[in-house]
C-alpha cells in the first residue's frame, strides 16, 4: 500500500464519517454523455456556427460579412461563445472552431464551491446563475481557459458554451450543429462519435492525423478534433496531460478528513503531555 | 463606556494624516467597483482572473497571520508560559487580519450576495478546494474570537463570563489550529489545478505543504516585525521594565522562524532536484527563483540563526523584514506573477487596486489600534509573572 493509496482509503473512511450525500456513488443508469465531432478538414470557416450560437443565447452577433475577424487569433469571450480561428499550416489553410469542451471530469465543476458549474448527465456543462458568487475560481482552474466574467457588469455571469443545453432536452441538436453547411459538426453520443472520428482517419489515413483531440485529453473531452495536421498547428495545447483534472486535488482533499479528526487529537495529547507543573 | 468610544491620543498623527485619506479614497473606489462592475476599477482580464487582490490580501495575508495559530499552539498546547505576554496581541492581530484580509475576498466576489449559497448548504461543492477554504476561513474566525473573547469580558467587567470564555480557550485553541493547518494548506491546493498556468519551478504537487511551513516563518517574522513597532507605539501600556521578557520572546520566535525556514528551503532543495528543473534556471524566471529562494529565505534563515546566536536584535529584526518580502514575493510569484508567465499582455494592479488594499490595511490597523487602547491586549501581558498558571493569572487581575 503507497501513500496515495493509503490516503485514499483513509479518504473514504473519513468521507464515510462526514456523511457526504452518496448521490453520484449510487448504482444508476448507464450514463452516455453526448459530444460533438468537429472535422477541422471539412470547416470552411464561414462562422455560420458563431451568428447560430450569439442568437440562440441572446448574444450580440457577429456581423461575419465585414468584420475581419478571421485575421488575427481570437479567444472566446463573455460575448461570444463560440469562435472559429484561421491558421496557416504546412497544409495550407484550416479553420478551427473553438468552445468549451465540456470535459468528462470538468475541473471548473470540481473547482465550483456553489455546483454553479454543473455538469449534467447528459453531458454539458452548464453555468447556473442563481448559485454562482461570482469567485472565478472556474476560470483559475479550467486547462482551456474557457469561462469567461463580465468585468463590467455590477451583476456579472460567466459566460461559457453550455452545448445549448436546453435545445438538447427538446431533443433538437446544438445550434452550432444544426447551422454548419459542411458537416464540420456532428453531434452524438461520444462513443459513437468516436466510431465515426476512427472510421474517417481509416479510410483517409492521409487525410487526418491519427490522433483524436478529446479522447484521453484531461481524461477526455465531450467535444473532439479530426485535424489533418498536427494538433499544436491549429492552437491545441497538446502538453496538458490524460490526468482528469480534479485528481490535482483529490489527494488533498482525502486528506482532510484525516487532519480534521487525527490533528485535534494529536494535539490534546500533547497538551495533557506538556502539563508536568499544572493540576491538568 | 461613553468614554471609552471617544479617540483617545491626538487627531493629527502622522499616521491619521496618511490612513484618513486612503480609506476614504478606498470607500469611492469601492462604490465604483459594486456599481460598474470589477473591471472598471481593477487590471483583471479573462486571462487573469485572480490579481492583487486575491494574490495579496487573502493569499499573503492570511500567511502573515499565522503567527496566532503558532503562538497559541506553544502558549496553550505545549504550555510554554515564555510566550503569554504575547498571545493577545498576537491572537488579535490574526482575528482582525482575517476579518480585514480574508474579508476582502468579499470585495472580489462578482456576486457577493450569493456567498449565502455554500454557507447555508443551498449547494456544498465538497469537491472544491475553495469550499474548504472558505468554511475553514469562517470557523477559524469563531474560534480565534473565542480565544480573544476573554479579552472583551475582562474589559467589560464581566467575572462570570471571563471564566466561562477561559474554558473555552483550549477547545478553541485546538480546532483553530486544525482549521489553520487545513486552510494554510489549501490556499496553495487553490492552484493545483492551475497546473498549464504556472511556471514549473513554482507549481509542485506540494504546494500545499509549502504554504503551511511557509505560513510558519512567515507568522512568527509578522509578530516579531509587528512586535516591534507595538512596543514603540503603545509603549505607555507596557511597563518599561518588561522589555527585557521582550527581547527574550523575540529570540525564541527567531530560532523557531529559521528552523521552519531551514525546513522549508530543504523542501524546496527537494522538490527542486527531483523534478530535475537545473535547465529551468537558464532565463529570466530562474534568475528570478533563485532570488526568492536564495535571497529570501535561505539569507535571512542564516540571519536568523546569527542573530540568536550573538543576540543581535536588530538582525532579527532585518531577518523578519527580508522574511516577509520573500513571502510576499512567494505567494504573489504564484497567484500573479509566474502564473500565466507567458502570456502576452501581463497582469500588474491598477492604483485603484492598491489603494484598496491599503485601505484595508489601514482599516486594520485602525481597529487594533482602538482596541488595544481600550483593552487589556498590551497591558495584562505585562503584568503576568513567569511560571504562573493562567489560571492563577486571571484571579491577581481581577482583585
Same mark, same amino acid.
Given at each position: ?280 | ?84 505576554? *504575547? ?11 482575517? *476579518? ?50 476573554? +479579552? ?8 462570570? +463570563? ?158 523578519? *523584514? ?5 513571502? *510576499? ?71
Amino acid at each position: 500500500m503507497n501513500r496515495r493509496d493509503f490516503l485514499k482509503t483513509a479518504g473514504i473512511a473519513g468521507a464515510a464519517l462526514t456523511a457526504r450525500p452518496a448521490g453520484a456513488e449510487q448504482p444508476a443508469e448507464p450514463i452516455e454523455f453526448a459530444g460533438v465531432l468537429v472535422d477541422t478538414t471539412r470547416c470552411i470557416g464561414c462562422r455560420s456556427c458563431e451568428m447560430a450560437c450569439s442568437e440562440e443565447h441572446g448574444l450580440p452577433v457577429p456581423n461575419i460579412a465585414n468584420d475581419n475577424a478571421l485575421a488575427a487569433e481570437r479567444q472566446t469571450s463573455e460575448t461570444q461563445w463560440t469562435i472559429v480561428n484561421r491558421y496557416e499550416t504546412s497544409k495550407g489553410e484550416v479553420f478551427v472552431k473553438k468552445q468549451c469542451l465540456h470535459c468528462w471530469q470538468p475541473a471548473c465543476v470540481a473547482a465550483c464551491l456553489t455546483k454553479a458549474m454543473y455538469k449534467t448527465t447528459n453531458g454539458p456543462v452548464i453555468w447556473r446563475p442563481s448559485k454562482c458568487m461570482g469567485c472565478r475560481f472556474c476560470m483559475v482552474s479550467c486547462p482551456f481557459d474557457i469561462p469567461k466574467f463580465e468585468y463590467h457588469e455590477w451583476n456579472p455571469k460567466i459566460q461559457k458554451c453550455n452545448m445549448c443545453f436546453e435545445r438538447l432536452q427538446e431533443g433538437k441538436r446544438p445550434a452550432c450543429v444544426q447551422s454548419c453547411p459542411t458537416d464540420a459538426l456532428m453531434f452524438g453520443m461520444k462513443r459513437d462519435l468516436m466510431e465515426i472520428a476512427r472510421v474517417r482517419i481509416y479510410n483517409h489515413p492521409e487525410r487526418y492525423v491519427h490522433k483524436i483531440y478529446g479522447e484521453h485529453e484531461v481524461g477526455g473531452t465531450g467535444w473532439l478534433y479530426l485535424s489533418a495536421v498536427p494538433f499544436e498547428e491549429i492552437g491545441f495545447r497538446t502538453d496538458l496531460g490524460t490526468t482528469p483534472y480534479p485528481e490535482y486535488t483529490s489527494d488533498f482533499l482525502y486528506g482532510v478528513p484525516l487532519v480534521l479528526f487525527g490533528l485535534p487529537a494529536l494535539l490534546l495529547g500533547l497538551n495533557l503531555l506538556s502539563g508536568d507543573d499544572d493540576e491538568a | 463606556m461613553a468614554s471609552e468610544m471617544r479617540p483617545k491620543g491626538k487627531l493629527l498623527t502622522p499616521f491619521n494624516i496618511i490612513s484618513v485619506p486612503i480609506i476614504l479614497l478606498g470607500l469611492g473606489i469601492l462604490v465604483v467597483r459594486f456599481t460598474k462592475g470589477l473591471g472598471s476599477v481593477t487590471n483583471l482580464s479573462q486571462e487573469f482572473p485572480w490579481g492583487f487582490w486575491i494574490g495579496f490580501d487573502v493569499i499573503t495575508g492570511v500567511a502573515f497571520a499565522g503567527g496566532a495559530y503558532i503562538i497559541t499552539f506553544v502558549v496553550y498546547v505545549m504550555r510554554k508560559e515564555k510566550y503569554h505576554p *504575547i498571545v493577545r496581541a498576537t491572537v488579535l492581530n490574526g482575528l482582525l487580519a482575517y *476579518i480585514f484580509y480574508a474579508g476582502a475576498l468579499m470585495l472580489d466576489l462578482g456576486r457577493p450576495w450569493n456567498i449565502i449559497n455554500p454557507i447555508i448548504g443551498n449547494d456544498f461543492g465538497f469537491n472544491s478546494v475553495l469550499f474548504l477554504v472558505s468554511w475553514h476561513f469562517m470557523l477559524y474566525m469563531m474560534a480565534e474570537f473565542v480565544e480573544f473573547s476573554p +479579552v472583551v469580558a475582562e474589559w467589560l467587567g464581566w467575572k462570570r +463570563v471571563r471564566g466561562f470564555l477561559d474554558s473555552l480557550t483550549l477547545g478553541a485553541v485546538i480546532f483553530g489550529i486544525t482549521l489553520s493547518t487545513l486552510h494554510q494548506s489549501g490556499l496553495g491546493a487553490l492552484y493545483l489545478m492551475a497546473k498549464p498556468k504556472i511556471h514549473p519551478l513554482w507549481y509542485s504537487e506540494f504546494i500545499p505543504v509549502l504554504f503551511l511551513v511557509s505560513s510558519i516563518f512567515a507568522g512568527l517574522s509578522m509578530i516579531i516585525f509587528e512586535g516591534t513597532i507595538s512596543h514603540r507605539v503603545f509603549k505607555d501600556q507596557i511597563d518599561p521594565e518588561k522589555h527585557g521578557a521582550f527581547e527574550d520572546i523575540v529570540f525564541g520566535l527567531a530560532k523557531g522562524a529559521a528552523i521552519a525556514m531551514f525546513v522549508y528551503y530543504f523542501f524546496k532543495a527537494l522538490i527542486f532536484i527531483h523534478q530535475h528543473h537545473w535547465t529551468l534556471l537558464n532565463d529570466f524566471w530562474g534568475f528570478w527563483y533563485l532570488v526568492e529562494i536564495l535571497g529570501f529565505v535561505l539569507v535571512p534563515c542564516f540571519m536568523f540563526a546569527y542573530a540568536v546566536r550573538h543576540r543581535r536584535l536588530g538582525v532579527v529584526r532585518v531577518a523578519a *523584514i527580508l522574511t516577509l518580502v520573500g513571502i *510576499i514575493l512567494n505567494r504573489l510569484n504564484i497567484s500573479v506573477i509566474a502564473f500565466k508567465w507567458d502570456a502576452a499582455v501581463k497582469y500588474y494592479p491598477s492604483w485603484q487596486e492598491i489603494v484598496v488594499t491599503l485601505m484595508v490595511i489601514f482599516a486594520e490597523i485602525w481597529v487594533f489600534r482602538w482596541i488595544v487602547l481600550r483593552m487589556p491586549v498590551m497591558r495584562e501581558a505585562h503584568e503576568r509573572r513567569p511560571g504562573r498558571s493562567p489560571a492563577l493569572d486571571t484571579r491577581t487581575l481581577e482583585t
